[in-house]
């Protein structure tokens, strides 16, 4: 895979219509995983979507999630940049220099579904999520 730049969309407790609602609109195939998929069994966030994907036919790639209780929301700051592939050297390199000057919300590092994973806001206030996969065999 190559690496990709495309939008990830934060929701507090509707990102799966929201979701379906974009699936209307633009097609494509959607995957929805919860946080109790990922083993989160508290009731709270157990049926909230942790991640989900939109990829249609197009070539656009929209991503989401509902934000659980205790993180931030704010209405207008719903949005972060996205950046993901394999290229492990490539995303580590992007990853150091935007988080250089700016503030590392989640550490760059191994997370529950196998991927490395990190979240920052760069010194011009851009939140970026920068997820490493594992090659594909």
């Known amino acids: 895979m190559t690496s990709r730049l495309n939008p990830y969309l934060s929701f507090r407790d509707n990102a799966r219509q929201a979701m379906e609602h974009y699936q209307r609109v633009f097609g494509g195939d959607l995957r929805m995983n919860t946080f109790g998929e990922f083993g989160n069994p508290d009731p709270q966030v157990a049926d909230l979507i942790m991640h989900a994907q939109l990829e249609t036919d197009q070539g656009f790639t929209l991503m989401a999630s ?53 979240m920052c806001v760069d010194r011009f206030g851009t939140s970026w999520m920068v997820n490493i996969g594992q090659p594909q065999a």
Do not use: C, H, I, Y
């Open 66 to 118: 509902d934000t659980p209780p205790g993180m931030e929301f704010t209405p207008g700051t719903t949005m972060a940049v996205s950046l993901s592939g394999d290229d492990a050297d490539d995303l580590r390199r992007w990853w150091q220099q935007l988080a250089d000057g700016g503030n590392v919300t989640m550490p760059m590092e191994k997370q529950m579904w196998g991927d490395e994973f990190g």
